[in-house]
C-alpha cells in the first residue's frame, strides 16, 4: 500500500480497489424516494441497504460548480473560492466568469493523487467544468480528462485519451439529452475495464431533472439507466459513491408560468436604474433549460444606496426566504468574501430570482414548467455508497449532518475496502 496522499489539509488513503465518485448532476432525493418506493432502482436500493447511505448538504448557492468544485477538493467555496459561475468584478465593472482553473483556489483531489504515482480519471458531461475539474492534472502521464460534450475531439496531448466514441460504443452524444450524461458513465465503465485506474470522478448534467419531475416517464427510464450503470461499476470491483452537485424544484405557478422574482427591476423602480447590479451566478451558455433563472442572486450596490437599504426593500418581498448581507452570507453559507454581494438573496423553494426581466431569454421554456436550483432548499442531495463504513466513519457520520464535499474522504478513508 502507498503512503497517504494530503490534500487541502486532509489525508486520503491510498484507494486498494478503484474509487468512483459520481455527481449526479441535479439528482434531488426526491428522485431516488419515487423510485426506490416502486423498485426501478435495485442498485441503488442495495448499496444503500448494504453500504451507506444519508442526505448530505451540498454547497449553497447550490450550482452546479461551487459543488463540483468542494466536491473534487474536498472543502467547502469559503476554500475554493468558486461560489457561482458569475461575480462582479467592482473595480472593473465586469461580470467574471468563474469556471476557470485559474480563479480555483487549493489543489483537487484528483490531481494530488496524480502528482502521487495514482492513475486517474475525469469525466464530465459539459466541457465548461472540464478545465476547472483538470486542474494541475498532469495529462501526459496516463491521465484522462475530458467531457461527452466534446467526446469526438478528444486528443492525447489535451485529454490523455483519443478515439472515444470507438472505445464507448455510442455516437456523439446531443447537448440536450440524457445520452450525453450515460455517455460519461458508458466511458467510465470502459475505462475501469481497460486500464483500471485508481479514482475516477463522473460528473453528469441536470437537463433530464430541469425537464422533467420524478413523477414523469422520461425522468424514471433516465434513473433506471443509471441505475443499471451504477451496478456495472460495482460489479468491476469499484468503491462506487454517490451524490449530487444539488437538488431541483418546481418554480412555477398553477398556470404554468415561471414564479419569478425580477429583483433588478424591483431596485431599479426603488433606487433609479444603476444604483444596484444583481448577478444571477447560475448564468451560463446552456440557458434553454432554465432561463438563467435560479434560487439565489447577489446584489452589488454600485451607487448610492447601501446595503441596508437593499436589504429592507428586499425583505419584505413574498418568495423570499432569505436576504442576507455580506458578512452574514459568509458565516453562514461558508462563501469567499473576495467573491460575495452586497447582499445575498435566496428564494422559497417555489420561486426564483431573475434580473431585469428584458434580460433573460425565456423562451426555451415554453411548453414545460421551470424546475431549477440555487437556493437553500435545493442544497440536500444523497450521499450513498456501495460499502459499509468503518467504525471510525460511521461514529464521523453519526456526529454531524455530513457535507456532500466529504463524499472522496468517505469513499477512501471511510468504505470498508
Ligand atoms: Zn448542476
Same mark, same amino acid.
Given at each position: ?22 455527481? !449526479? ?9 419515487? %423510485? ?36 473534487? &477538493? ?11 459561475? %458569475? ?20 489543489? &483537487? ?19 465548461? +467544468? ?73 460528473? +453528469? ?14 425522468? +424514471? ?7 443499471? $450503470? ?12 454517490? &451524490?449530487?452537485? *444539488? @437538488? ?21 423602480? $426603488?433606487?433609479?436604474? @444603476? ?13 434553454? *433549460?432554465?432561463?438563467?433563472? @435560479? ?6 450596490? &454600485? ?15 413574498? @418568495? ?25 438573496? !435566496? ?12 434580460? *433573460? ?32 466513519? $460511521? ?23
Amino acid at each position: 500500500m502507498r503512503p497517504a496522499v494530503d490534500v487541502n489539509g486532509v489525508r486520503y488513503r491510498w484507494p486498494s480497489r478503484p474509487v468512483v465518485v459520481v455527481c !449526479i448532476d441535479g439528482g434531488d432525493p426526491a428522485y431516488l424516494r419515487e %423510485y426506490l418506493a416502486l423498485g426501478a432502482i435495485p442498485n441503488i436500493a442495495r448499496f444503500m441497504r448494504q453500504g451507506f447511505s444519508v442526505i448530505a448538504e451540498g454547497t449553497v448557492p447550490s450550482f452546479t460548480c461551487p459543488n463540483n468544485m468542494s466536491i473534487i &477538493t474536498g472543502t467547502p467555496a469559503s476554500k475554493h473560492g468558486i461560489s457561482g459561475n %458569475y461575480y462582479l468584478d467592482v473595480r472593473s465593472g465586469q461580470a467574471v466568469v468563474m469556471t476557470g482553473p485559474e480563479l480555483l483556489r487549493g489543489d &483537487t483531489i484528483l490531481a494530488r493523487f496524480a502528482e502521487a504515482g495514482a492513475k486517474v480519471v475525469s469525466i464530465t458531461a459539459k466541457d465548461k +467544468l472540464r478545465r476547472q475539474l483538470g486542474k494541475d492534472l498532469d495529462i501526459v502521464r496516463g491521465n484522462i480528462s475530458f467531457s461527452s460534450e466534446f467526446a469526438d475531439r478528444c486528443t492525447l496531448r489535451e485529454n490523455g485519451i483519443e478515439n472515444v466514441l470507438d472505445l464507448v460504443g455510442m455516437p456523439q452524444p446531443g447537448m440536450y439529452s440524457m445520452e450525453l450524461s450515460l455517455f460519461v458513465l458508458e466511458a467510465g465503465i470502459r475505462l475501469l475495464e481497460r486500464n483500471r485506474p485508481d479514482l475516477l470522478y463522473l460528473s +453528469l448534467t441536470d437537463w433530464v431533472q430541469h425537464k422533467y419531475a420524478p413523477q414523469e416517464a422520461e425522468a +424514471l427510464r433516465f434513473y433506471r439507466e443509471l441505475d443499471a $450503470r451504477f451496478g456495472r461499476l460495482a460489479e468491476r470491483g469499484a468503491i462506487v459513491a454517490l &451524490t449530487a452537485d *444539488h @437538488g431541483m424544484n418546481d418554480k412555477s405557478n398553477a398556470a404554468g408560468r415561471p414564479n419569478v422574482i425580477w429583483l433588478q427591476d424591483i431596485l431599479d423602480a $426603488r433606487f433609479g436604474k @444603476g444604483d444596484t447590479r444583481v448577478i444571477c451566478p447560475i448564468t451560463d451558455a446552456f440557458v434553454a *433549460h432554465h432561463g438563467a433563472l @435560479g434560487g439565489f442572486v447577489r446584489v452589488w450596490c &454600485t451607487g448610492k444606496a447601501t446595503p441596508k437599504q437593499v436589504i429592507d426593500a428586499i425583505r419584505g418581498i413574498d @418568495g423570499i426566504e432569505a436576504v442576507l448581507d455580506r458578512e452574514t452570507a459568509c458565516r453562514v453559507h461558508d462563501l469567499p468574501a473576495d467573491r460575495e454581494g452586497d447582499v445575498a438573496v !435566496i428564494a422559497a423553494p417555489d420561486v426564483c430570482i431573475g434580473a431585469a426581466l428584458a434580460d *433573460h431569454d425565456l423562451s426555451g421554456l415554453e411548453g414545460h414548467r421551470l424546475r431549477t436550483h440555487g437556493g437553500v432548499s435545493e442544497a440536500k442531495v444523497p450521499f450513498i455508497l456501495n460499502a459499509p463504513l468503518n467504525d471510525e466513519y $460511521r461514529l464521523k457520520a453519526g456526529a454531524a449532518i455530513l457535507k456532500s464535499y466529504q463524499i472522496f474522504d468517505f469513499a477512501l478513508n471511510g468504505a470498508v475496502a
